[in-house]
């Protein structure tokens, strides 16, 4: 294909990778620059608070490609280096360093950051951690001792899955949550009451109704918390998954549009033509409205389908949000996306310790949820794929063949 000036990627997570490599595998030969903050080279994110913090998987194993893929595919990468300014007008990225990259097209794929507890309740002191990156992972790894007591701030799925990473290390556990019940945002209660069943089950302390009044310290140091009815809870460390914000801040400088993440259209274009965003950064358009998907799936199709638009095609990117979450020896996969859910029907079998629960809106299928049932993950995502509604009397019966679902 016929080069069209430099593509410089801002940022070098799983969006930035995958656009790349779509590109390359178009056979698009123009030049590409990633620009990433991180001193490594793009590594797989969810290994990271899982077998990497565990010490199952070794860092060079979360790579997605040696550095010499890079060299052979000519993408050129700058680490350790941020964007301080984006000149729209004359098409330039300055780099904290001073250099100034010129761009034919630029991508947006900075990512989230997670949310801080504000220093005027501890949230500076030491021993309190989040998980995003290789840094805190590492950190982390050093504070997750046996027989050490972890308070985690957060019952949504990090700190969940946080908890059960915790547990795994021999760690005494508190998690709290300020909401009535954890995964209140995510998911259905049916939901909710067996995720929480299991971790009760491995001696999690989950405390809901239950918010963070301040942490407390000795010599810069965690040593408490006290919570939000009073009581006070000795800890060594602390784990805040409180959610995460885009990291949108460079293109609103630049003026272009943002709101909850940077605006994009069906082709991932921002208001400017040049400038496309993906992952967690970009906010979509989605039914009637915007959203973010914050995933790893979704980071990777759309980073795809832009690519493909950067090579010329007219594809718009019509997202299918799958999700997955590992608890212990728990596996829990979600197709579809449940927002404004009316109604949800929970189909068990105990025999088998498998569970889904199905969600409705205004009758119609939209989302699954399956706890180590891959039967059921698999027919719901072909269901939504092909828009077949359920009999819902076949999904309350556990003795029942899900996939003859797909022949009706």
Same mark, same amino acid.
């Given at each position: 294909?016929?080069? /069209? ?93 001073? /250099? ?90 049916? /939901? ?215 022949? /009706?």
């Amino acid at each position: 294909m016929p080069n /069209t000036g430099r593509l410089v990627i801002v940022g070098a997570g799983q969006a930035a990778f995958a656009a790349a490599a779509k590109l390359r595998a178009l056979k698009d030969d123009r030049p590409i620059t990633i620009i990433g903050a991180e001193d490594v080279l793009p590594y797989q994110r969810p290994p990271l608070s899982k077998k990497y913090l565990l010490g199952d998987m070794s860092f060079d194993r979360l790579l997605f490609r040696p550095e010499q893929w890079y060299a052979d595919n000519r993408v050129e990468f700058h680490l350790s280096t941020w964007v301080e300014e984006i000149r729209r007008e004359r098409k330039q990225v300055l780099l904290h360093d001073g /250099t100034v990259l010129d761009y034919g097209t630029l991508l947006l794929a900075t990512g989230s950051t997670p949310r801080q507890l504000p220093a005027a309740i501890g949230g500076t002191l030491k021993g309190v951690h989040v998980m995003r990156d290789k840094r805190d992972a590492d950190h982390l790894a050093e504070a997750m001792l046996p027989g050490r007591r972890v308070l985690i701030i957060g019952g949504g799925y990090i700190g969940l899955e946080a908890a059960a990473v915790a547990r795994h290390r021999g760690m005494e556990v508190t998690l709290i949550e300020m909401a009535d019940r954890i995964l209140q945002r995510t998911a259905a209660r049916e /939901t909710a009451d067996i995720i929480r069943a299991i971790h009760q089950a491995h001696d999690v302390v989950i405390r809901e109704k239950t918010g963070l009044d301040h942490l407390i310290g000795r010599d810069g140091q965690v040593t408490a918390a006290r919570l939000s009815d009073g009581t006070v809870v000795d800890v060594d460390c602390v784990i805040v998954g409180i959610g995460v914000v885009p990291n949108d801040q460079l293109a609103d400088v630049a003026g272009l549009e943002v709101k909850n993440g940077i605006v994009v259209d069906e082709f991932g274009r921002t208001s400017d033509p040049s400038i496309f965003a993906a992952g967690d950064c970009a906010s979509l358009p989605w039914q009637e409205g915007r959203i973010r998907f914050e995933s790893v799936q979704n980071a990777v199709d759309q980073a795809e389908a832009i690519a493909l638009v950067i090579a010329g095609g007219d594809a718009a990117y019509r997202p299918k949000p799958w999700f997955w979450s590992d608890q212990y020896d728990v596996k829990l996969q979600i197709a579809g996306f449940n927002l404004g859910y009316d109604q949800t029907l929970l189909r068990a079998d105990g025999r088998k310790g498998t569970h889904s629960v199905w969600y409705f809106k205004s009758g119609a299928f939209v989302s699954v949820d399956a706890i180590n049932d891959a039967t059921a993950y698999i027919v719901g995502r072909k269901m939504l794929e092909l828009g077949i509604n359920p009999d819902k009397g076949v999904l309350a019966d556990p003795n029942s063949d899900l996939k003859q679902l797909l022949r /009706t």
